[in-house]
């Protein structure tokens, strides 16, 4: 179909026609008959070659019309304000179900990546000492399994730490990953990918954008907060259990294993927010087992937390002294840091922010009450 006018002309009419002025009216801004406006708009809604449409009306062409040419027609102010706000999205979704029906699939496929992206890790998963330097980076989240023994506190063979989740259980993936930056200045934000996405401006109100933008920020707070709290306990168990003596001397094995600050972090937060379901562990979950003539090791439940070494035999083996001496540090950490201020004040803000993730997705479930903030109806 044969262009009814020129480029310029066709779009000017598009314009005036999509902020819903009147035929005549438009054949009168533009100074063209009223056959004409007819033949444009029919032009913008049959032509079969989509590209050509979106060509004349790309974003860069509305903004040179009313810089250079919609001011001197002699609209109304309102109109003008309007013709301003005007976007190509405004103009293709008026004329064009070919593109109503392509931006419908892709905003259904940008809420259900956004939906996935928009996930806050329970703080006892986040056992990370350092965030990275400057730059995007990402942390990808796997099921965690923590056997213990079937004993005293807890009623199953093994306690399973999964992320905090707001979304059904099935619509969560075994693997999960989290975008953030890292500022010159030390400071996280998250960061979704689907942001770069063209349509993802109309998925949220500006409510729900001011709340997002809050979102990432406090999440990336959040998220070092946890670092924080893990660094001191990796340091306080360094301390109480000699392990800077022994980096000094290194007789025998290294006491620690990373599984000994990782549960008092782990045990602490989740005895806190469930201590019915996780009490500081019972001293018969722990088990002190020979390696050998020279070694003992400690274990809670299946998990190896240190060794000790073995001097000649004189009972009881003085590596027992040092092991039970490891159990009774560890479950004075796990019962301090669960009551401490910093996991209190951590709890807090995750569950505040669970508050606004919940609030944004909420939103996602309705028709996108951002395509209502078009400015064609303000």
């Given at each position: 179909m044969k262009l009814p006018a020129s480029p310029k002309r066709c779009l000017a009419i598009a314009m005036l026609r999509v902020v819903d002025l009147r035929q005549?009216?438009?054949?009168?801004?533009?100074?063209?008959?009223?056959?004409?406006v007819v033949d444009?708009?029919?032009?913008?809604?049959?032509e079969e070659y989509y590209h050509r449409v979106a060509r004349i009306c790309n974003d860069q062409s509305i903004k040179k019309m009313v810089a250079a040419e919609a001011i001197y027609w002699g609209v109304e102010e309102e109109t003008l304000v309007k013709l301003d706000r005007l976007t190509q999205d405004d103009i293709l979704r008026h004329y064009r179900t070919d593109y109503m029906k392509a931006e419908e699939l892709d905003i259904e496929s940008v809420v259900t990546q956004l939906k996935s992206q928009l996930f806050l890790p329970a703080?006892?998963?986040v056992r990370i000492d350092d965030f990275g330097g400057h730059g995007h980076h990402i942390i990808r989240f796997r099921q965690d399994?923590?056997?213990?023994?079937?004993?005293?506190?807890?009623?199953?063979?093994?306690?399973?730490v999964s992320k905090e989740d707001w979304r059904p259980s099935s619509e969560i993936p075994a693997d999960l990953e989290i975008n953030y930056i890292v500022s010159p200045f030390g400071t996280l934000e998250l960061f979704c990918p689907v942001e770069e996405h063209p349509l993802f401006q109309k998925l949220l109100s500006k409510t729900a954008q001011e709340k997002f933008s809050i979102w990432k920020k406090e999440s990336g707070r959040y998220?070092?907060?946890?670092?924080?709290?893990?660094?001191?306990?990796?340091?306080?168990?360094?301390?109480?259990?000699?392990?800077?003596?022994?980096?000094?001397?290194?007789i025998g094995p290294q006491p620690l294993t990373p599984n000994f600050a990782d549960l008092i972090y782990l045990l602490a937060i989740l005895h806190r927010r469930s201590p019915g379901q996780f009490p500081i562990p019972d001293e018969n979950l722990y088990q002190i087992k020979p390696r050998g003539l020279f070694v003992s090791e400690l274990y809670?439940?299946?998990?190896?937390?240190?060794?000790?070494?073995?001097?000649?035999?004189?009972?009881p083996p003085p590596s027992n002294i040092f092991l039970n001496g490891y159990i009774n540090t560890h479950r004075d950490m796990i019962g301090n840091w669960s009551a401490s201020l910093d996991i209190?004040?951590?709890?807090?803000?995750?569950?505040?922010?669970?508050?606004?993730?919940?609030?944004?997705?909420?939103?996602?479930?309705?028709?996108?009450?951002?395509?209502?903030?078009?400015?064609?109806?303000?």
């Open positions: 005549k009216d438009t054949a009168r801004y533009t100074r063209c008959a009223n056959q004409i444009v708009e029919e032009w913008f809604r049959e703080p006892e998963t399994i923590f056997k213990v023994v079937s004993k005293i506190g807890y009623n199953t063979g093994e306690f399973w998220l070092i907060m946890c670092r924080d709290i893990y660094r001191k306990i990796y340091a306080e168990a360094r301390t109480r259990t000699f392990q800077s003596a022994w980096e000094t001397v290194k809670l439940g299946l998990i190896h937390l240190a060794d000790a070494p073995e001097p000649p035999p004189i009972p209190t004040e951590l709890l807090k803000l995750f569950e505040a922010l669970r508050g606004i993730g919940e609030a944004i997705q909420q939103e996602l479930m309705t028709d996108h009450p951002a395509q209502q903030d078009s400015p064609l109806v303000r």
